[in-house]
Nanobody, 129 residues
Framework: QVGLEESGGGLVQAGDSLKLSCTPY????????MAWFRQTPGKERDFVAT????????IYADSVKGRFTIFSDNAVNTMWLQMNCLRPKSTGEYYC??????????????????????WGQGTQITDPK
């Protein structure tokens, strides 16, 4: 079985920091683009950040630039999303994704869900208020 497993979600308040992790299983994704998306009830999944496994290419949504960092460690086969200065709009279900679309193989980092074919089950970030 092949997939992605996220962890690290929880209760947060404005200004908090949190680190999400994504661990592939069943295969390696070292030649794939990896990404995080966020979804709230009734809405589509929004792009947060993407990274290639070598870590030399990354793209962030404008809303998280300067606050979130996506990074990976091949030695432990894990990708993370470090989130600082969380805002109320940061809550939602966060999904890890992996893909090797034509867009990626042509040198562009995908920022849409269509660029990714493997998805985790999601990890929830909630504001306790």
């Amino acid at each position: 079985q092949v997939g992605l497993e996220e962890s690290g979600g929880g209760l947060v308040q404005a200004g908090d920091s949190l680190k999400l992790s994504c661990t592939p299983y069943g295969r390696t994704f070292r030649s794939f683009a990896m990404a995080w998306f966020r979804q709230t009830p009734g809405k589509e999944r929004d792009f947060v950040a993407t990274l290639n496994w070598t870590g030399d290419r990354s793209i962030y949504a404008d809303s998280v630039k300067g606050r979130f960092t996506i990074f990976s460690d091949n030695a432990v086969n894990t990708m993370w999303l470090q989130m600082n200065c969380l805002r109320p709009k940061s809550t939602g279900e966060y999904y890890c994704a992996a893909g090797k679309s034509d867009e990626y193989t042509n040198g562009h980092m995908p920022t849409g869900t269509s660029g990714y074919c493997y998805w985790g089950q999601g990890t929830q970030i909630t504001d306790p208020k």
